[in-house]
C-alpha cells in the first residue's frame, strides 16, 4: 500500500534500562529518566529539540517534588525551547501508549509538525505519607500510608490489583501450573533478548550516582533473572488470596523506567528526508468491569483492529502487557492469541512494569520486533487499573 500524507509515523524510540524497585535506579527522578529516554529518541529519530512542537509524557504516580512539572521539565531539560508547550497525562497502566495516541492527535489536528512523546515512572521513590499531618494531629501518632501499596488497590471496588486477576483466572479456568508455565516463558525469552544483544538496540544507557562521587553506567535491564526454573516459581507462595494462583513469580515487577519517541507525519518526515521505524494504523480505549480490569486489552484489540481494518491473522506480533500472567492468559482465551508471536522478547514479568512507562515500551518493542522480522501489522496493548483496556495497531516495513 502507499502511505498518504497524513499518516501517523513514529521515526524513532529509546528506551532506558528498567531498574528494581530499590534498584540501580531507586536514585533517579521519574523526570531524570523521562529526559534520557526522550535525548534518546530525539538522537536517533534525526529531528533536533529545536524542531519539536510538542511534549506528552504519561506518568501514574507523582512521586518526586517536581513531578507536577513532569512533561515540561522533560522538555526543557532536553532541549526543547521554552516555547514549546508540554503534557503530562495520566490512564494508569496504559498512559505511555496515549501519550503516543494523544500525539497523533495533535499531528491530525495539524496543531504540530513533530511530538515527542512517551512515558516515565520511578515507583522505587513513591513516599510514605501521613494523612492530615498539614493542620495538625491533636492526639496520637498519623497513621503512615504507602502511597504506593494503596495506589495499587482500587477503592471503588476495594480490589487489589492481584485480586481482579485472581477473578479472571477463577473466571477462565486458570491453574497455577499454567500462570507459572508463561512466567516462565517471559523470563527465558527477556534473557535470551539481553544476552543476544536484542534490547541494546532498544536502550539508552543512563548514569547513576556510585559511591564517593562516582557514577556508574546502567545499560542493561535488572529484571530478567538467569537459571529461572519451574520448580523456583512452583515454590513461591500465593500472596493474595488462600489457594489462589498470583505470586511474586508470575506478576509484573515493580520497576523504575522510562521510554520516548518522535511522533510525525508522513509528509513532514519526506519533507526532511527522515526515515521511520513504523505507523501508528489505529487505536482504542475502553472501559471495562473493574473487577476485572485485566481483560482490557481483549476488548481494546478488536475494536483497534476494526478501526484499522486489520484482520487478527494478519498480526505478526502481539505485545500484550504483562501485569500477571493469568491476566494475559485470559486476554488470549478470549481473543484466542498464543504462540510465539505473543510478547516474544518476554514482558513486565521478567522485565517490570514501570506504570507509566510501559505502554510506550511494548509499541517500541512491538516496532522493534516488526523490523527484525520482515515487516507486518502488530499490536500493543495494556490492562488499565480501575477497569480500562487500551491497543495500538503499528505496522513496519
Known sequence: MQYRDTDIVILAGARTPFGNF????????????????AKGAMARSGVAPEQIDDVVFG????????????????????????????LT?????????QAIITAAHHLLLGEASYVLAGGTESMSQAPHVIRGARWGLALGQGALEDSLWQGLTDSYNKMPMAITAENLAERYGIPREACDEFALRSQQNAVAARD??????EIVPVEVPGPKGTTQTISVDEGPRDGMTAERLGKLPARFKKGGVVTPGNASGITDGAAAVV???VKQAKADGLSWIGRLVSWSAVGVDPDIMGIGPAVA???????????????????????FAPQVLACTKELGFAGERLNPHGGAIALGHPLGASGARIA?????DLR??????????????????????IEAR
Do not use: W
Open 196 to 201: 543476544n544483544g536484542y534490547f541494546a538496540d
Open 301 to 323: 484489540i478488536p475494536k483497534a483492529l476494526q478501526r484499522g481494518g486489520v484482520q487478527a491473522k494478519d498480526l505478526h506480533v502481539v505485545e500484550i502487557n504483562e501485569a
Open 263 to 265: 511522533v510525525t507525519t
Open 22 to 37: 530499590g534498584g540501580v535506579l531507586k536514585d533517579l527522578t521519574a523526570t531524570d529518566l523521562g529526559v534520557a529516554a
Open 59 to 86: 506518568n501514574v504516580m507523582q512521586t518526586s517534588a517536581d513531578a507536577i512539572y513532569l512533561a515540561r521539565h522533560v522538555g526543557l531539560r532536553s532541549g526543547v525551547p521554552i516555547g514549546v508547550p508540554a
Open 364 to 368: 517500541f518493542t512491538a516496532l522493534h
Open 372 to 393: 527484525t522480522n520482515g515487516g507486518g501489522y502488530g499490536v500493543a496493548s495494556a490492562c488499565i487499573g480501575g477497569g480500562q483496556g487500551i491497543a495500538a495497531v
Open 89 to 97: 497525562l495520566n490512564r494508569l497502566c496504559g498512559s505511555g501508549l
